[in-house]
């Protein structure tokens, strides 16, 4: 996975924006406002991505380019060095996985809202 195809497949995800509300290289992945992806577009290509906590330290102790999140909450996201050694849909199942619980979180009204977009 190159970063242009992890940006077209978070935007393919249903109600998703993308902002730089940090600084000018962390592009964050929202649905309706709520994080659910972002990466630096300037230093190596890695993601940061929510994950259900039990799974996320599963992982790390699974996948060596997975760790626990950079300048994230420990407990709900990790950070995954995109260097080959996981395969793209593996990656993107971690990707719907991270979209999914920003989704199941929102409000009735928010999901409504969603689901005629």
């Not at 195809?5 to 929202?30: A, H, I, Q, W």
């Not at 709900?76 to 060095?81: A, D, K, P, R």
Request: a neutral charge.
């Amino acid at each position: 996975m190159n970063i242009e195809n992890f940006r077209l497949y978070c935007m393919s995800k249903k109600g998703c924006s993308e902002s730089f509300p940090f600084d000018e290289s962390t592009l964050v992945f929202k649905v309706m406002d709520k994080m659910f992806a972002l990466t630096d577009i300037k230093d190596d290509f890695s993601i940061n991505i929510k994950c259900r906590p039990e799974k996320a330290i599963l992982l790390r102790e699974q996948y060596r380019a997975v760790n626990a999140g950079y300048h994230m909450s420990k407990l709900h996201w990790n950070t995954i060095i995109i260097d080959g050694s996981i395969p793209d849909s593996i990656l993107n199942e971690w990707i719907d996985d991270s979209y999914n619980l920003v989704v199941e979180k929102l409000t009735k009204k928010q999901k409504i809202l969603l689901l005629n977009m």
